[in-house]
């Protein structure tokens, strides 16, 4: 199990904690549509793009991976944040092993089943906590947390760690995401307050 050990003792700037994490449906509102309402008899995963290896993953398939447990703090750019959360899922790593980006892969596009967006380079998502995560504090994920499968970096703020993911795609060019487009910072550095674009 990884857990994140580093600032342990205090939260990012401008963020308080809460107990739990809000869950979209019920304490958010949506983006693009309200929960997509997605089934594992029917759930693909597609990872395409610039790797030699394309695939198209049913639920079966995804949860054969090698999975670990990670336990982090996860911050909301509306400044709340979630103490030790523990995520089990599947670490970018081994998504990259299955794929084999090419050399021209700098980064990754994560596209969500409410068409939903969001891009970090590939370095930013190395890292032993960044998970495809399906299950939070010992349960599958529930829909308003991303059901089945979502993003986690926990050194990004939320926006970064996109719902429903049903496509990852790996990319020449970082691409702007949804927020993004709308000024929410493209690196959404926790510790660095980085929010907004500037």
């Known amino acids: 199990m990884f857990s994140e050990k580093s600032q342990e003792k205090k939260l990012p700037p401008g963020q308080s904690p809460i107990k739990r994490i809000p869950r979209w449906s019920i304490d958010h509102l949506g983006i693009t549509k309200v929960n997509p309402h997605l089934t594992l008899e029917t759930y693909t995963l597609t990872i395409d793009g610039e790797v030699e290896n394309p695939v198209k993953l049913s639920w079966k398939d995804f949860a054969a ?8 703090d996860f911050h909301c750019v509306e400044g709340w944040s979630v103490r030790d959360c523990r995520w089990e899922g599947v670490r970018l790593s081994e998504i990259e092993s299955l794929v084999k980006p090419r050399a021209v892969a700098k980064a990754v596009t994560f596209e969500s ?42 050194r990004k703020y ?41």
């Open 65 to 72: 991976l090698p999975f670990v447990v990670s336990v982090s």
């Open 113 to 154: 089943a409410d068409s939903y967006t969001t891009s970090l380079f590939r370095e930013e998502l190395a890292g032993n906590d960044v998970l495809l995560a399906y299950r939070l504090n010992g349960k599958p994920l529930e829909e308003g947390y991303g059901f089945p499968v979502r993003l986690v970096v926990p």
């Open 158 to 198: 939320a926006y970064k760690s996109a719902l429903w993911v049903v496509h990852v795609r790996f990319t020449r060019e970082k691409e702007l995401g949804f927020w993004e487009r709308r000024g929410y910072s493209d690196t959404a550095d926790v510790w660095k307050n980085d929010r907004f674009r500037r």
